[in-house]
Structure formats: C-alpha cells, structure tokens
C-alpha cells in the first residue's frame, strides 16, 4: 500500500534528521526539545555562549539534510543563552 511506503518514509526522514541534529552537536550545547512538524524542524536548548550556538546552526547548515537553517530566538538568563534553531 502507498499509504505505508509512504509513512516508512517519513519516518526514515525523521530519524536521519535527529541523528544528523545530534551528531553536530558541540559538546557544551544541550539540547531541550526537537519537533519535527513535517516541512519544518525547531530545535530548542541552552548553551554557555552565544557563539556556540551560531556554531551549532553553521554545522546544521553545512550538512546536506538541513540546506536552511536560522536562529530564531535566543535568551539570556543571566549564566546561559536559551535558543531555538528552526529548519
């Protein structure tokens, strides 16, 4: 059935994206939430710094599965930045 290739597909797409998003990664970067809406991705967290994130989002880009990627918000609560990167 269609329907089911298609599903399977889907889901195979998702997992290369959530692997792919933290293979990237950096170390001191934590991740708090990925929701995957179908056309587009967010991923939320908290890192030390700010160049840490735009490192982050730089890596996402550069990889074939995320072609646009942008810092949508960033936060500072005083010790850490607070971000949310969107495919």
Known sequence: DSR???MEQGR???YLDLREIKALKPGD???DS???SGS???VTGTAPN???IYSYARALR???RFSSVWVSSISDSGTTFT???TK
Request: charged fraction near 5%; hydrophobic fraction near 50%.
């Open 29 to 31: 970067l934590h991740l």
């Open 83 to 85: 971000f949310a990167v």
């Open 40 to 42: 587009s991705i967010t």
């Open 12 to 14: 195979a797409n998702i």
């Open 50 to 52: 700010v160049g840490l």
């Open 4 to 6: 089911i290739t298609t």
């Open 62 to 64: 550069g990889s074939p």
């Open 34 to 36: 990925i929701n995957d």
